[in-house]
């Protein structure tokens, strides 16, 4: 072989590695993770509703009675109530941040969090957590660093918060506008979870949900499939809903009463 046609000949092996080499990179690409592990934070990480805890620890006086149940726009009824506690009960966001870190948290809750954190690079490498939750942002932030388990959690869905830097209120927003027959107006934690995957363009392989409440029921029995595992609080919500609806949802139910039943249904996970 003459050096010229060698010479072409190398160019020609070139091309063909670059080419199967981007093969390969797009085919690295679009493999799923391993798993997604999805939280829900109120009565599942901690005891209290959130909102509850702090309005009980506030003082709050309601005007009227209200069925909080019956509440479909629940921004829209919490967030001028907070935005009140710095008016008229002039708690100061600083002193809100301490009420939330004093929040009891469920049974060995923290452990288990602490555990998985632990794991979180061996037994759940190529998983993701994510907290999906109607509480908002700066609650669970703050619960996360009280515990110091915030390097745990990849991703926080729930309704946006800050504080005003005029006014220093504390300011919650929705988190989008949705018309779920299940779920309040801010939030559908089933079309949250589909719009971050879309927009992250990320795919697993399973889902296992730990939740306590009617609002995780739309996910738990619209969205997840026959691969999946629900862990459900025992003796809630969620757990009832489900019992009652048995034929709906494809996915394995566990119940679980504290944090060290979940951490060994964990341990024992083949994922
Ligand atoms: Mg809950
Ligand atoms: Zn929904």
Redesign the pocket.
Known sequence: MLIEELIVQIRLWKKQIFKNHSKFCLTMLSIAKKALIVIDYDKTMVEYDSDDWMLEKVGYKFEKPVDIDQIVDWIGYIAPIEVELTTKYKVSVEKQRSIMEEIPSVEYFPDFLKYLLQEKEMKFKNCEFWIVSGSNTLYIEWYLERNKVSKLIDKIIANPSYVDEKTKFFIQKPYHE?S?K??TKNM????AMKDMLAIEKKQFEKILYIGDGKFDF?TCSQMLTGKDIIFARKGFKLEKMLQSSKDNCKATVNVWANGKELQKSFENLLI
């Open positions: 949705n779920c299940y779920c559908c934690k089933q079309k739309c």
